[in-house]
């Protein structure tokens, strides 16, 4: 993609912030729960822009109608979110979280716990937190800041979050609320939109390759038809609120280090 004259160049990590906002485009009155510095500056941009109802906190107990960047309270409290509270948002569906993922598969089963045997593992992780009931009673995203085999693979060691062969096989009691929507990583953005809900590559973010996400992903990826578009680029106003607004200090560059689209 060749930039417009006069425009600063677009980041790889301003192209993932887009992407991550764009998961909650048309979500309505939602409470956003984004885990990671992208995606809590993709949640803020959504509602700076395209999802104005949608519903922030402060990452505590307060909802807020502002939306300041990372580390600066809130100057415009809008309501009040204890725990109780946002367990009860769960349980009702009316949230939608992006998660990160220490191993994911092609049907969206995540993995946050644990790697390697359960009964005895090489590596203890987060533990499985609330990936269950998240994925069984709201939709659930993931972003992934590094895209490789060693986290996208063919078979999670355990898991956390629920994906769509394990719903489906658990029943309609598991199916009727489920719905892995997207997944984000530093190189494009996938979703489970096919027959038999696998994997498959919604776009790509400019300068990368398919062969590249090939090699960097433990199992096959479904393809769209007509071929793989580019993730859509932010425009002027977008590209102002994150370098200006959401995010002027720069965190979205250590998450994912520049490297040119």
Known sequence: ?????????????????????????????????????????????????????????DGEALLVGDAPEPGR?????EGWLPYRRHLALVATGRRHVMMGASQIDRYGNQNISCIGDWAR????????????????????????????PRTFVERVDMVCGVGYDRAAAAGPSATRFHRVAEVVSDLGVFDFETPDRTMRIRSLHPGVRPAEVRAATGFALSLPDGGVPCTREPDAAELRLIREVIDPCGLRDREVPPCGP
């Not at 192209?15 to 764009?22: F, K, N, R, S």
């Not at 048309?26 to 995606?39: D, H, I, K, Q, R």
């Not at 090489?122 to 490789?148: C, D, E, F, M």
């Open 73 to 77: 309270g809130t100057t415009v409290p």
């Open 1 to 57: 993609m060749t930039p417009r004259a006069g425009t600063p160049t677009v980041t790889r990590a301003e192209y993932c912030v887009l992407a991550c906002a764009e998961v909650w485009r048309g979500a309505g009155e939602v409470l956003a729960s984004p885990m990671g510095t992208v995606p809590a500056l993709g949640a803020r941009l959504a509602r700076l822009t395209f999802s104005p109802d949608l519903l922030l906190t």
């Open 121 to 148: 593992p090489s590596r203890q992780l987060l533990g499985v937190r609330g990936a269950p009931v998240n994925t069984l009673n709201n939709p659930t995203s993931y972003w992934v800041p590094k895209h490789s």
